[in-house]
């Protein structure tokens, strides 16, 4: 429909202007007349219908109906658009009076060739405006669609990796609890053997109970829904708490003294993190140390081992969901949990090596956190700090707006 509207309005406008190019010779010839007596004008006649004679004023090269134009602008000016023949194409004639009374009309004509080509001209470039304008609503609705469907798509691509996942993580348990009951049910057997089956069977079911946790956790934190609940907190308080609460005999475990840091966190999840974090160092070293301290805007948590540190080529991949660097640990999930929470808080998880070597050729873990309040004197940042040459390093980085 619009582009119906637009091509009449440019025909209108292609029919104005040949319009004018005829009066305004009309216009010209009759000039010429009144001042001289006489003109010279192509294709131009002096008709006088009642007589049914013809005079023409200069060189002709068409034949137009003469007496049926004259006879049209006998009282005021007429156009007549008229075909030389089947071969020709149409032409445009003017009749106008001479004067008032001399029965005389002057007759001129132009030939359309030119303002057809303008006519196709604007019949191209509307169907090429129709094609592109076509193909635009094609893309935008395609776009739009997709839009639309992009919840639906991320729910159903939530929902399938939610089960390749828990599939993932219960297979290795399950096999474990089959493979211990099959065992013990394969004959009689004394009440030891039958007792080791069932804490085998307890192991798994615990380990499979909790990597289900960590798996919905790790879900609702994907999906947006474990908002953080910010408060203002002491960070250095929490990581003395977390170490705190942290039960082991083979590994030495310290908290660096450090000024009071307050940030605005969740607590639940920045404790989670840090847990997360220290767990995962305490299980490949034998003396693990947490620091908190300031650099520039930013607390930071740093937890620093001396471990063997991350094998070559798996830092990159530290804080992916089921990535392990060797058999230790529990599901693979705790270090991407660790990452989900800090990049709700604004912030971001690194992993680094080290080949500084020495007592701290483990694994660095950092979390920085932009202040709530800082002290008057800060600590000495970590590149200042023994902790810069503490070699492998897991840097959490966590913002919040001061």
Not at 77 to 88: G, K, W
Not at 174 to 192: G, K, M, W
Not at 291 to 299: D, F, I
Not at 323 to 349: F, K, N, T, Y
Request: proline content about 5%; hydrophobic content about 40%.
């Amino acid at each position: 429909m619009l582009a119906v509207v637009i091509y009449r309005m440019g025909s209108s406008a292609i029919d104005r202007r040949a319009e004018a190019e005829v009066a305004e010779n009309a216009q010209r010839a009759l000039g010429q007349m009144w001042a001289n007596g006489e003109a010279e004008a192509g294709n131009t006649w002096v008709v006088n219908p009642d007589e049914e004679w013809s005079n023409p004023l200069a060189d002709t090269w068409v034949e137009p109906p003469l007496f049926t134009l004259a006879a049209e602008g006998r009282w005021g000016p007429a156009f007549l658009r008229f075909e030389q023949d089947a071969t020709d194409g149409p032409w445009l004639g003017l009749a106008v009076p001479v004067g008032e009374g001399s029965g005389t009309v002057l007759v001129t004509t132009i030939d359309l060739a030119p303002y057809r080509g303008d006519r196709s001209t604007l019949i191209r470039t509307l169907g090429v405006g129709l094609v592109v304008g076509l193909g635009a609503i094609v893309a935008i609705g395609w776009w739009a669609a997709g839009r639309s469907l992009e919840p639906a798509q991320k729910a159903l691509m939530g929902q399938r990796d939610f089960i390749a996942d828990a599939a993932h993580e219960l297979r290795t348990p399950l096999a474990v609890i089959q493979a211990s009951a099959s065992h013990a049910l394969s004959r009689e057997r004394p009440a030891d053997e039958y007792r080791q089956s069932l804490g085998e069977i307890r192991s798994a079911a615990e380990r499979a109970g909790s990597g289900v946790s960590e798996l919905l956790e790790f879900a609702r934190l994907e999906a947006g829904q474990a908002e953080p609940r910010r408060v203002p907190l002491r960070l250095d308080l929490l990581v003395g708490e977390v170490v705190a609460g942290v039960r082991t005999d083979d590994v030495v475990i310290e908290v660096r003294p450090a000024s009071a840091v307050a940030v605005d966190a969740d607590y639940s999840l920045l404790r989670q993190v840090i847990e997360n974090v220290t767990g995962n160092a305490i299980v490949r070293a034998s003396k693990v140390d947490l620091v908190t301290t300031v650099e520039g805007s930013w607390a930071s948590v740093a937890v620093v081992d001396n471990g063997p540190g991350f094998d070559e080529g798996f830092v990159e991949h530290v804080f992916e969901r089921f990535r392990r660097g060797d058999q230790q640990g529990s599901s693979g999930l705790g270090m991407a949990i660790a990452r989900s929470i800090v990049e709700a808080h604004g912030g971001r998880c690194e992993a680094e090596n080290s080949d500084s070597g020495g007592p701290w050729s483990g694994a660095c873990c950092l979390c920085r956190n932009e202040c709530h309040r800082r002290e008057s004197n800060p600590l000495p940042t970590l590149e200042s700090d023994r902790f810069a040459v503490a070699p492998a390093g897991i840097n959490h980085n966590i913002g919040w707006p001061g």
